[in-house]
């Protein structure tokens, strides 16, 4: 083949990487409001496309540019109140696409295939260390340990704990619907003391991602993480804010039944939390409190994983509780047990059992048992 040819064919191949990244993204494996950095050293997927007689240009654009994606998918049985379901599903395939702008700007954007546009944001280094980064656009809020952390790095397989999907706004919240723990917003956020300490201060619209906000009113979110030993990260965040509801047609939460559609409402949360890790095993839990219009709810978790023999093999094991409404006494308890099977770096195989002492029936909070075992497959490319 004629070298314009080859030329031809791999600047096409790089043309097509780049408009599927921008129909695509993912997430990150820690915490998800970290800076975007791509070293120019590392191979990149462009770069392998381009390979090294490619135009000075085009090498440029592959070194500034990393794809990544994964997808998580598998089959569930459950069994409430004499009766089982069952089914395949496919809960998640994301792609994403980082560019690095100049040495301090960077942007980003990520799409899921089985749902919509996740995140689009760009964040600028305002100082020459990572003290102070500057983020706008639409991320995951910083509210909670686990809510800035990837599906792929989650023990569970339903992944986060009750409290932390219903105070985030991952999608069991009525009055907030669907938005996967994200939000339209400007973040500041930095590392000091040799990364020993971290913070996060976010101004958002409280309303969730791909909408303008529902009323006047901006949410206040804080993060400060402290690392004071290796393998342990303290976490502390709160939020002040007005929610709007967005339940129509007369409906009302199950939760929250006093709150009306369209009605403003007291929206705060505050938790605590940490996060160790060693080759021994790793944990993680935390003690999280909420407040909406009257309603208070609150709950805590743990979450660890143990290796058996070999880091490829691991048991799992949670417990959950959670109070949705402490007037009501809606507490729920959460119990998982499982095994995972890491068979090429982040690719896996999940089974787990998950009981729950209450659960949504319609809408009326039902305190009967639910039993469920859980498989599924993750695999994951960087």
């Known amino acids: 083949m004629k070298i314009k040819d080859v030329l031809t064919t791999r600047t096409l191949a790089v043309a097509l990487a780049i408009f599927s990244s921008t129909a695509a993204m993912g997430q990150q494996d820690t915490v998800a409001t970290a800076p975007i950095e791509v070293p120019q050293s590392s191979p990149t997927l462009l770069r392998k496309v381009v390979g090294e007689k490619a135009p000075d240009w085009l090498k440029d654009v592959s070194d500034r540019i990393q794809l990544h994606g994964y997808a998580q998918g598998g089959y569930s049985n459950t069994r409430r109140n004499n009766t089982n379901t069952n089914s395949f599903e496919l809960k998640r395939i994301l792609f994403w ?9 960077s942007f980003l954007f990520m799409h899921d295939f089985s749902s919509v546009v996740q995140e689009f944001y760009t964040d600028f280094r305002i100082t020459k260390n990572k003290a102070l980064t500057i983020r706008l656009g639409q991320f995951k809020n910083c509210l909670s340990l686990e809510n800035p952390l990837s599906p792929t790095a989650m023990e569970a397989i339903d992944v986060y704990s009750e409290g932390v999907t219903f105070l985030t ?10 938005q996967y723990g994200r939000d339209l917003g400007l973040a500041l956020f930095g590392e000091t003391n040799n990364a020993k300490l971290r913070y996060e201060l976010e101004v958002m619209n409280g309303q969730g991602i791909n909408k303008k ?3 006047n009113f901006k949410d206040i979110i804080a993060r400060v993480e402290y690392r004071p030993v290796k393998g342990l990260n303290l976490v502390a965040t709160g939020q002040i804010g007005r929610g ?7 409906k009302t939460s199950v939760y929250n039944p006093t709150i ?4 403003n409402y007291k929206r705060n949360r505050w938790t605590v ?6 080759k021994a095993f790793n944990l993680h839990g935390e003690y999280l409190e909420g407040y909406d219009g009257e309603v208070t709810s609150r709950g805590g978790y743990a979450t660890g994983s143990v290796p058996l023999g070999t880091p490829k093999v691991e048991f799992i094991g949670s417990y959950d509780f959670f109070n949705f409404n402490t ?3 809606m507490d729920q308890h959460k119990a998982i047990a499982g095994l995972q099977y890491w068979f090429y770096k982040k690719c896996r195989l999940q089974m787990q059992y998950v009981y729950k002492s209450a659960y949504v029936n319609g809408n009326q909070f039902v ?13 994951r490319f960087n």
């Open 97 to 105: 696409a980082n560019a690095r702008i100049t040495d301090r700007w």
């Open 169 to 178: 706004g991952c999608g069991s919240d009525p009055l907030l619907g669907v």
């Open 213 to 215: 906000d529902g009323n």
């Open 244 to 250: 709007h509801n967005i339940l129509d047609g007369g």
């Open 260 to 263: 009306a559609n369209g009605e």
């Open 273 to 278: 939390g940490f996060d160790y890790k060693s």
């Open 327 to 329: 007037a009501l006494g």
């Open 367 to 379: 305190h009967k048992g639910s039993h469920a075992l859980m498989c599924q497959v993750q695999v």
